[in-house]
């Protein structure tokens, strides 16, 4: 399994940016799917991005899509979330996941996920 370190939260003001990352640790990083997540107190995990194993393909549910930009490096192990125009309804912990598969698929659901990090805050204040 990969291990997965997130970092780049914080509060920020509505309409703010942030941009978080998620370093993993392991080999072949290329080999897996990645995704973000969120969690708001009382919530359920949520959707928030997916890119394939090489990049080439990437997901968002209409909650953040043009405001949201998942990328990755795979020579620096890393992940990363761009978050633009950010809402108070972003407010959550965001987690990073790791999902086993160097197809070019993209993948939804938490229960696709086998790894995950230890999450970041992100606070968006009116």
């Known amino acids: 399994q990969v291990q997965l370190v997130e970092s780049g939260g914080g509060l920020v003001q509505a309409g703010g940016s942030l941009r978080l990352s998620c370093t993993a640790s392991?080999?072949?990083?290329?080999?897996?799917?990645m995704g973000w997540f969120r969690q708001a107190p009382g919530e359920e995990r949520e959707f928030v991005a997916s890119?394939?194993?090489?990049?080439?393909?990437?997901d968002y549910p209409d909650s953040v899509k043009g405001r949201f930009t998942i990328s990755r490096d795979n020579t620096k192990n890393t992940l990363y979330l761009q978050m633009n125009n950010l809402k108070p309804e972003d407010t959550a912990v965001y987690y990073c996941?790791?999902?086993?598969?160097?197809?070019?698929?993209?993948?939804?659901?938490?229960?696709?996920?086998?790894?995950w990090g230890q999450g970041t805050q992100v606070t968006v204040s009116a």
């Open positions: 996941a790791a999902k086993d598969d160097i197809s070019s698929g993209t993948y939804t659901s938490p229960v696709d996920f086998a790894s």
């Open positions: 392991g080999r072949a990083f290329f080999r897996y799917v």
């Open positions: 890119i394939s194993s090489i990049g080439r393909n990437t």
